[in-house]
């Protein structure tokens, strides 16, 4: 009876548990597991409240939990963004039915648990954007229904976990922003389900496996960001006919781009950036016809745009900046209806902007800076109402602004400093409202600064309008730029007094209104300017006494007052200004005893100059006298030009280039003369006429590029012509003077001449290296900047003004650039050559 009672009662028993509910030690387990966890962290009190072990019966409720709702395991953890520091504790590897875990955005350190590497139920895991360390190296080999891990931005480190290219569902695999080092396993071309793959941001080398390609999978590719890679891009990457996203950016690749690429037809963003790149774009990427954002900026491409890119009809972005491109922008660019973004700056672009160029209604961002563009400013770039960056500085663009940009409203910066740029400011232009950056500096603009009093621009923080030909008074409303730091007006011809309301600048921290033509007092309200540190009012007519409330400037480091009329004493407040590192009084009027306290013990004799009846001290007694007077007196650079200059002038006025192609074996059999003349614009004479100048007694000069003569044409005009001395057919070097002659090199033998108008020199044999030409010399001696003319300059041109020497240099400068392809067209040259002289008559005038 014993026998048969034990058995029966084991099967009640068995009964009884098949029965009940989950038993009651199996969720205390997995609640002691997750208190475990809890107190790895570290955090408030308050943290995570729920989580309370004598309340184990409600697990499935506790914060950042979720269960299985048949059999109450544990399936989810949730506590990404916490703002958790601490560790993971390994006990994780505990809960056995996780399918999904997120600890993502939190600050959680130490080595990454292994143990999660048990989790085989696991499909979901994200650790992103912590400080773990420690390798993964065998973490999650084993990890079969694995389909998403984000360690994004960790700080894991050694080599990269080959084992993940043998989990079968893995779609998603972001290792990037780590310290990974060696190189990327050739095995990862071996993941079947791979859709996204980053491995940027590590320390990765060697080559770029080529099985990569085999992936035909991938949808999303990031390899670049402080790896560093040898070789270039893999051509199999053009197999992976579904990517979507590229990018190779920043991780040291060579070479050309492969045409390869082309292929990817679903491709929405190409990223090549910052690698050293060379070579022409390939045509075949015009055939990305879903591509939006292109990149391949900060490389060494040379080349053109390709035609082909006119079919790029999504293209959105399109960075081509910091390389080698050359030729003109094509009138498709402009066309691209959904262009928005526009960046080629420091290229070797030529020509004119497409004058299509924001027809679009799109365009937000446009810097085609430190080109060689010419032409003017498109009149549709705000045609949207859209713009907010425009950026064309230092190139060679002339005529007026367009008056629509002082409508454009959207305008944050604008720089269009360093261009030939003429005719006055567009109404309002000033005065936009979100404007916070505007630089028309060194260009020819006139007119005055229109007063606008009911519009309050309190974004303005940098206004760069100096070395202009502005005129007329600074408008009260200058007070109105309540966040302006920076006001720079020096080298106009501004008139009339400054006004008082500089005084409510109360931010601007530089002030120089030097090289103009105030006149009144200094506005004592300047002292109110709290934040300025420069001032700069040097080479106006002012006069008066120095105001001592300009003392209340309490951080000024810099004050320029020279070359004005300013009278009386000094004020001795002055020298209470701690900060007052260097000033200028010279060339004045002042009068009586200099101050000898405070900062004046510091300043030098050079500041206080050609102030007669200024004394230093008691044995210096003070003259009464004003004889020799400067008062303010600026140094004028007559107008009248010497010899040399002004046949450099009469060349700029060279309205077409004659080039001469004469082939000594042709002379031989025909024994005759065959010219050729090239126009570059509409002319009134024949080549006839200009060979009957091509007489010994009108030699004007002789140089190794050939021989200059003085001519008249039929209509009476002077003109210069040069005949050119070939090279020989053998020679490689394109120097603008072989008997081949073209245009381009008709433009290199033009700059030649302007060097040697400039310098004085032969264009060979007198710069004392053998093989050492002009154009060499030159740029050694300049570093080919048009300020370093001054080392250059022939001695006999001493009363030539220095701004026109720097802009015929700078011309000559472009005629004589190695490629003929980023030369200026001939035309191009005698427009801005003619903008030069203009602006030094209308300044002479």
Known sequence: MAAPTARALLLLSSLLLSLTPPSTASLRKQASVLISIKQSFHSSESFLPSWNPSNHASLCAWDGVRCDAAMHVVLALDLSNLNISGSLSPVIGELKGLAYLSVAGNSLSGLFPSSVGKLASLRHLNVSNNQFNGTLSRSFSYMEELEILDAYNNDLFGALPVGLSKLPKLRHLDLGGNYFSGTIPAAYGGFRALSYLSVAGNDLGGF??????????????????????????????????????????SCGLEGAIPPELGNLKKLDTLFLQTNQL????????????????????????????????AELHQLSLLHMFMNRFHG???????????????????????GAIPDELGRNGRLREVDLSTNKLTGSVPRFLCYGRKLEILILLKNFLFGSLPDDLGDCTTLLRVRMGQNYLTGSLPKGFLYLPELSLLELQNNYLTGAMAEETAKKPAKLVQLNLSNNRLSGPLPSSIGNFSSLQMLLLSGNQFTGELPSQLGVLKHVLKIDVSRN????????????????????????????????RLSQARVLSYLNLSWNHLSESIPQDIGSMKSLTSADFSHNDFSGRIPET????????????????????ASDPCSSSSKDQHHGVKSQLPGKLKF?????????????????????????????????????QKLEFTSENIVECLKENCVIGRGGAGIVYRGTTPNGEQVAVKRLL?????????????????????????????????TGKRPVGDFGEE????????????????????????RRLIDVPLEEAMQVFFVAMLCVQEHSVERPKMREVVQMLEQTKQSHYARAH
């Open 208 to 249: 770029i496996p080529p099985e990569l390609g085999n992936v035909t999978t991938l949808k999303q590719l990031y390899l670049g960001y402080y790896n560093e890679f040898d070789g270039g891009i893999p051509a199999e990457l053009g197999s992976l006919i579904d990517l979507v996203h590229l990018d190779l950016s």
């Open 278 to 309: 060379t070579g022409t774009i390939p045509p075949h990427l015009g055939n990305l016809s879903s591509l939006r954002y292109l990149d391949i900026s900060n490389n060494a491409l040379t080349g053109e745009i390709p035609k082909e890119f």
């Open 328 to 350: 003109e922008i094509p009138r498709f660019v402009a066309e691209l209806p959904n262009l928005e973004v526009l960046k080629l700056w420091q290229n070797n672009f030529t």
């Open 517 to 548: 033509n105030f006149s009144g007092g200094i506005p004592p309200e300047i002292g109110d300017c709290s934040s300025v540190t420069y001032l700069d009012l040097s080479q106006n007519g002012l006069i008066g006494p120095i105001p001592a």
């Open 598 to 617: 405070g900062q004046f013990a510091y300043f030098n004799a050079s500041s206080f100059l050609a102030n007669p009846r200024l004394c230093r001290s």
């Open 644 to 680: 040399l200059f002004a046949l450099g002038l009469l060349t700029c006025s060279l309205v077409f280039a004659i080039t001469v192609a004469i082939k000594t074996q042709s002379m031989m059999k025909r024994n005759s003369r065959s010219w050729k003349l090239t126009a570059f």
């Open 726 to 758: 070939g090279i020989g057919k053998g020679s490689t070097h394109d120097n603008g003077l072989s008997a081949e002659v073209d245009e381009k090199s008709d433009v290199y033998s033009y700059g030649v001449v302007l060097l040697e108008l400039i």
């Open 771 to 794: 093989g050492l030409d002009i154009v060499q010399w030159a740029r050694m001696n300049t570093n080919w900047h048009k300020e370093g003319v001054v080392n250059i300059m022939d």
